[in-house]
């Protein structure tokens, strides 16, 4: 499987936890570690394509990476179900479903940066040169993309980057507040609807590895 590193992939700035978003009020933040159960009710753009095994592998992926169990956790998702592919000239296949994962670790500090201090008083107005993110964050794209090499299937494809985020409720200061959500942009192709969606299951498979695994190595 594919990967690559898009460095910082949305410098437009976020909070966590956040309310609702600016492009459409319908769309909301969800705690899933306080309601496991409405990861299979709210997620919108999963709910036509719930019928593969793929999404439901996806929302058992969700309520785990949030569960007990975890040392991560997710505050923000998206999917684009199979369409047809306009990029046949890299992916030779007639269809491509994609979406992305915001993922970040429940001890808050981990997430934060060292810089951001320092940032927040040279940058009051808003966001200007990215800030390094913590070593923790670069740990997880690091040993995320270690993973994603290992898988074998060739019609799929996981990208990582960086979400500037204002953690609110980290324990420290506000001017401390800043770090960076780890973003998994995911793509998968097939030949048809149902190739597709066997194809976002490896994609499933290899971030359900990831947080598995990665967790499990989280002091």
């Known amino acids: 499987m594919q990967t690559f590193y898009e460095g910082l992939a949305d410098n437009t700035g976020r909070q966590h936890p956040w309310l609702h978003s600016t492009i459409n009020p319908d769309w909301k933040y969800y705690d899933f570690k306080k309601n496991p159960e409405l990861v299979s009710e709210v997620l919108e753009d999963f709910k ?48 491509v479903c994609s979406g992305g994962l915001f993922v970040f670790f429940r001890n808050l500090q981990y997430n934060l940066s060292e810089e951001s201090k320092n940032w927040k008083e040279n940058h009051p107005g808003g966001l200007a040169k990215p800030y390094r993110p913590s070593k923790y964050t670069q740990w997880l794209v690091n040993q995320s993309q270690e993973v994603i090499r290992q898988s074998k299937h060739e019609w799929a494809c996981i990208g990582l980057g960086l979400i500037s985020i204002m953690f609110t409720e980290a324990p420290v200061h506000e001017n401390e507040q800043l770090g960076y959500a780890v973003v998994y942009r995911f793509w998968a192709w097939g030949d048809s609807d149902e190739d597709t969606m066997n194809s976002f299951k490896y994609v499933v498979d290899t971030l359900f590895t990831i947080f598995k695994q990665l967790s499990a190595e989280v002091a």
């Open 48 to 95: 036509p394509w719930a019928h593969y095994d793929s999404v439901q592998l996806f929302y058992e992926m969700l309520r785990w990476v949030n569960g007990p169990e975890s040392k991560l956790e997710t505050s923000d998702c998206g999917f684009r179900g199979p369409r047809e592919n306009d990029q046949k000239e890299g992916w030779p296949k007639e269809m």
